[in-house]
C-alpha cells in the first residue's frame, strides 16, 4: 500500500505557499507468513504456571526479552469457547532491540517491522475459508435432530503476517528525496532530511510531521485494540461466522493502514491546537521561533459540526425565480392598466380587479351602509378621514347582522335597476334613494 507523495498543504491541511511545503510518502507492505519449521511443542513443565501440564506451541520469529521464543499458544484454548485473538509484535529500524528481536529472515534495516499472531481459537465457519490469514477448510460434523450439519475449522492454532512501514519526505521545489527507511531511521538521519535543501518552513514541517512517524506503525494501529482491529470480528456471532472472503487479509491491512493515515491528520491538528488532555506529569511546549508559531497558526482544519451542505445552484435557481415571481406580481397590475388605458378598452376589467380585492370589498360594504368618508376607491387601498369610525352597529342582529343597522340614525338605502343608454352597449346603473 503506497499513499504517493502528499502534499503538506493539501493533505495535511498545513496552509503554506508552494515554496515552504513538503511532500510525504508512506508505503506498508504485508504477507502473511507460514510458520513451518519455525514452531515447536512442548508440555509446560513448571507447576507455578497456570497451564502447568497443557501442551504449548512455541513459535520462533526471534527472541522476545528474557524469553526464547516469539509467541506461545495453549492448544487447550481451542475448547474454551474463546472467539478470535490478536497478538502484536514491533522491531523498529535503526533502533536497539531491547523487546523482539527478529529473526535474520525478516530483519529489515530499511523500514519498522510489525507481526500479527492471529488465534481463531474456537471460531468455526459455516463455509470454507480460502483467505491465507484466516484458513479453515478443516471439517467437523454436529447432529442436531438427527440432521448431521457439517462446519469448518481453522486449518492451523496459530496464522501468522507481517508488515514493513516505510516513510519518505521529498522537497516538491527541488524533486529531491529521502530514501524509504524507517521512523527512527528517518528521524536519526537528519543528513539525509538535510540534504533536500529545504528552507525554513520547509524544514519545521518536515519535523513536525516526523515527530509523529513512529505512532504510525502497522503496529500501533492495532497494538491496544486486539482482535477488535479484526473487521472479521464485525460478522461472528457467539464463534460462528458464515465464512470469508479470499481477500479478507487485504481489507484487515487496508483498514489498518487508513487509520495509521487518519492518527497522522488528527496528530496534525493537534500540533496546532493541543491535545484534549494533558496529564498532570506532562508539559505542554509552546512554539518558541516565528516559524513554528506560524506552523500553528496556519492550520486548517475542516469543521463538520455546525455547518450543512446545500445546493448553490438549487438556492440560485429558488432566489431568481422567486425574484422573478415577486417583481411580477408588482408590476403586473400597473402594467395592465397602462396597457388597456393606451387601447382605450377593458378598462372595466381592470376596474373590476382592483374593487375584488379585500380592502376594497370591505370598503364596498362599509360605504353602502354609509359609514366613513371613503377616497382612492379605484386604489389598491381605500382610505377614510382620520376620525372616522366604521364597525358592526351595536345593535345589529344576532342572527343576521348588516352593517346598516345604526341606532338613532337615518339610513339610506338604494334600490338599483338597470337601463340602456341609447348608442352605448354597457349598462347604467342608476340608484334610488329611499329614506326609511
Not at 199 to 220: G, K, P, R
Not at 232 to 245: H, I, K, R, Y
Not at 274 to 284: K, M, Q, R, T
Not at 366 to 373: F, V
Request: proline share 5%; hydrophobic share 35%.
Amino acid at each position: 500500500m503506497d499513499t504517493g507523495l502528499l502534499d503538506s498543504h493539501q493533505a495535511l491541511g498545513i496552509n503554506a505557499p508552494l515554496s515552504d511545503r513538503v511532500h510525504y510518502r508512506k508505503v506498508t507492505t504485508c504477507s502473511p507468513i507460514t510458520a513451518k519449521n519455525h514452531f515447536r511443542t512442548h508440555n509446560d513443565t513448571n507447576p507455578d504456571h497456570i497451564a502447568y501440564g497443557d501442551p504449548l506451541m512455541d513459535y520462533l520469529f526471534g527472541p522476545v526479552g528474557d524469553l526464547n521464543y516469539t509467541f506461545s499458544y495453549n492448544m487447550h484454548s481451542i475448547a474454551n469457547r474463546n472467539g478470535y485473538e490478536l497478538t502484536s509484535l514491533a522491531a523498529s529500524a535503526g533502533s536497539v532491540h531491547e523487546g523482539w528481536k527478529p529473526i535474520p529472515a525478516l530483519l529489515r534495516t530499511d523500514g519498522d517491522l510489525s507481526m500479527f499472531f492471529l488465534t481463531p481459537n474456537s471460531v468455526s465457519y459455516h463455509e470454507p475459508v480460502i483467505d491465507p490469514f484466516y484458513a479453515a477448510t478443516s471439517t467437523f460434523q454436529i447432529t442436531v435432530g438427527g440432521r448431521n450439519t457439517t462446519y469448518y475449522q481453522s486449518d492451523f492454532f496459530v496464522n501468522v503476517m507481517a508488515c514493513v512501514d516505510q516513510h519518505q519526505f521529498c522537497n516538491p521545489s527541488t524533486d529531491q528525496c529521502t530514501p524509504l527507511t524507517g521512523a527512527l531511521a528517518l528521524a536519526s538521519a537528519n543528513s539525509a532530511i538535510s540534504r533536500l535543501n529545504l528552507n525554513f518552513a520547509q524544514y519545521f514541517t518536515a519535523l513536525m510531521i516526523d515527530l509523529h512517524l513512529v505512532e504510525l506503525s502497522t503496529y500501533n494501529s492495532v497494538r491496544s485494540r486486539g482482535a477488535n482491529a479484526l473487521r472479521a470480528s464485525d460478522t461472528l456471532n457467539d464463534n460462528l461466522q458464515v465464512g470469508l472472503p479470499n481477500t479478507q487479509w487485504i481489507t484487515e491491512i487496508s483498514s489498518w493502514f487508513g487509520i495509521s493515515m487518519a492518527k497522522l491528520q488528527q496528530k496534525v491538528v493537534q500540533h496546532a491546537t493541543g491535545p484534549s488532555f494533558i496529564p498532570d506529569s506532562y508539559d505542554l511546549i509552546k512554539p518558541q521561533t516565528a516559524v513554528e508559531k506560524n506552523l500553528c497558526n496556519n492550520q486548517i482544519i475542516r469543521k463538520t459540526s455546525g455547518t450543512t451542505s446545500f445546493s448553490v445552484l438549487g438556492v440560485a435557481i429558488i432566489l431568481i425565480v422567486g425574484t422573478i415571481l415577486i417583481i411580477t406580481s408588482w408590476t403586473l397590475d400597473t402594467c395592465m392598466r397602462s396597457i388597456r388605458g393606451k387601447k382605450g378598452s377593458s378598462q372595466h376589467k381592470s376596474l373590476q380587479w382592483i374593487v375584488d380585492e379585500k380592502l376594497q370589498l370591505q370598503r364596498l360594504a362599509y360605504e353602502e351602509a354609509g359609514q366613513g368618508h371613503w377616497r382612492e376607491g379605484a386604489s389598491t387601498v381605500p382610505l377614510t378621514e382620520r376620525d372616522d369610525k366604521i364597525g358592526l352597529p351595536w345593535n345589529a342582529d344576532m342572527e343576521h347582522p348588516r352593517l346598516s343597522q345604526l341606532a338613532g340614525h337615518t339610513v339610506i338605502t338604494y334600490a338599483s335597476t338597470r337601463f340602456s343608454v341609447p348608442g352605448r352597449h354597457d349598462s347604467t346603473r342608476a340608484r334610488l334613494g329611499k329614506v326609511l
